[in-house]
């Protein structure tokens, strides 16, 4: 299995657009976290989906930002509109709940978003 | 809301020298994860922890989870400059989801 597939990597947008990232989580698994990691406030957990249902999601900062997961090997988070603020990394990963491996997280390499 | 902190938040220490981050959560933990990020990188699993107690060893580094189940720490023993990195510990919250420490940066100087 290629991992956990995020894209762009890199993302650079003016303030006021909307930006969409995407997440092909590892295949078979049935956990999906976002997470926005900055150096102020570390990674936080912004939702997550457990059988592509949202559970969680406390951390999700605005009604800016939306995330969905139409199925099993997409998800997409996305901020409309974009704020310099929202500059920040933001983190995909997947885990297998209740699986044998036990619920370890699998991260993407992450995007990396700058909002000018 | 559930908070999992860690201590120190930056460590620099001199290669050969020991590590230790330290790991606090509000509330008890049915079991801690721990991750290592490297600069520019993604965090990558390196153990989890379930027993109370539990002590764990992996080469050079030792994992410990506390009787209570609310704290852990890791140890890395004669760091090399290959230990640079964020660690953080992490943890279920309420529904299941994984809520990640404050992170303990270390850098090694050769």
């Known amino acids: 299995d290629a991992g956990v597939i995020q894209s762009p990597r890199h993302e650079v947008t003016e303030m006021g657009q909307e930006v969409t990232l995407r997440c092909k989580p590892i295949?078979?698994?049935?956990?999906l976290f976002w997470y926005r990691q900055t150096m102020m406030r570390g990674l936080e957990l912004l939702i997550y989906?457990?059988?592509?249902?949202?559970?969680?999601d406390s951390g999700m900062p605005e009604d800016r930002f939306s995330a969905k997961m139409p199925n099993a090997s997409f998800s997409t988070l996305k901020i409309q509109p974009s704020e310099p603020r929202d500059s920040a990394v933001y983190f995909c990963?997947?885990?297998?709940?209740?699986?044998?491996?036990?619920?370890?997280?699998?991260f993407g390499q992450g995007t990396r978003l700058t909002v000018v | 809301g559930q908070q999992v902190m860690q201590i120190p938040q930056y460590q620099h220490v001199q290669e050969g020298e020991d590590f230790t981050t330290y790991c606090n959560s509000s509330?008890?933990?049915?079991?801690i994860q721990w991750y290592k990020q490297r600069p520019g990188g993604h965090p990558v699993f390196l153990i989890q922890?379930?027993?109370?107690?539990e002590v764990k060893k992996q080469k050079r580094l030792t994992f410990q989870f506390g009787e209570a189940k609310k704290n852990s720490s890791l140890h890395i023993t004669a760091t090399q400059t290959t230990d640079v990195g964020t660690y953080f510990c992490?943890?279920?919250?309420?529904?299941?989801?994984?809520?990640f420490g404050t992170g303990t940066r270390l850098q090694v100087f050769p």
């Open positions: 992490a943890g279920p919250g309420n529904t299941d989801k994984l809520i």
């Open positions: 295949s078979g698994h049935n956990s």
């Open positions: 922890l379930v027993k109370s107690g």
């Open positions: 990963a997947s885990s297998l709940m209740g699986g044998p491996g036990g619920a370890e997280a699998f």
């Open positions: 509330t008890t933990l049915s079991n």
């Open positions: 989906f457990n059988n592509n249902v949202p559970i969680d």
